[in-house]
């Protein structure tokens, strides 16, 4: 079964810093799909950026980008320029290749603070 | 709007009781998903289903079931309720396959008294 840990349970950033959630999954899978979703006081689940395993190059949307680990099972994902409205609890999700059954799985999320 | 649609958003009952909750998935996804997230953690796979049929199973109670109509609405029923219950109940959906993400709803919060 694939699991996925969130070590930090609450980190916290200065407004216009930059800061860097951790992430690490355990699986037998060779193709998969990792994700970072975001949920912010509203308890929306909002997509923030997705990899897929077989590409090496990391993904990148605007002040979010990860850096992924295969090798070490890592999928970090860094804020640059954080934002106010980047407190939000974020949760690291993985999806083994999509088929008949392709269920997400979330670690159990790290709660980030922006402080002005 | 995320296009998912789940009602209602917000449910309080009594303890042994059954409820009902609904979820229109985003127009044209074929896949929907039933997540549970117990206060302040993260969410629990429960079922999901594609264009009508169940195609995986986490963490779902006996008391809980679920199915997906030919319209693709699905329903999550919940009976015999207890305290633990209570909970943000998420809906989500994807195309066929869904490699893109999910596409969540608002969720509906239960609350069981």
């Known amino acids: 079964a694939q699991t996925v840990t969130q070590s930090q349970p609450e980190m916290s950033v200065q407004e216009a810093e930059t800061v860097t959630l951790s992430c690490t999954y355990d699986?037998?899978?060779?193709?998969?799909?990792l994700f970072w979703y975001k949920q912010p006081p509203s308890r929306q689940m909002i997509l923030v950026i997705r990899?897929?395993?077989?590409?090496?190059q990391n993904a990148t949307e605007n002040r979010f980008s990860v850096n992924f680990q295969k090798a070490a099972k890592s999928f970090s994902l860094k804020i640059s320029d954080s934002q106010l409205g980047d407190t939000a609890m974020y949760f690291c999700?993985?999806?083994?290749?999509?088929?008949?059954?392709?269920?997400?799985?979330f670690g159990a999320g790290t709660r980030l603070t922006v402080k002005p | 709007d995320s296009g998912v649609t789940q009602t209602p958003k917000h449910l309080i009952t009594a303890t042994g009781q059954r409820v009902t909750l609904r979820c229109s998935p985003r127009?044209?996804?074929?896949?929907v998903y039933w997540y549970q997230q117990s206060l302040d953690q993260g969410l629990q796979f429960l079922i999901q289903y594609y264009n009508g049929e169940e195609r995986a199973k986490g963490n779902i109670l006996e008391r809980f079931s679920a199915q997906q109509f030919p319209d693709l609405h699905s329903e999550l029923n919940l009976s015999s309720l207890e305290l633990g219950d209570s909970a943000l109940y998420f809906c989500?959906?994807?195309?066929?396959?869904?490699?893109?993400?999910?596409?969540f709803g608002s969720g509906t919060r239960l609350t069981v008294v």
């Open positions: 127009s044209g996804d074929l896949s």
């Open positions: 990899q897929e395993a077989y590409k090496q």
């Open positions: 989500a959906s994807s195309p066929l396959r869904g490699s893109y993400g999910y596409t």
């Open positions: 999700a993985f999806m083994k290749r999509p088929g008949n059954n392709n269920d997400m799985r």
């Open positions: 699986t037998s899978e060779n193709n998969y799909y």
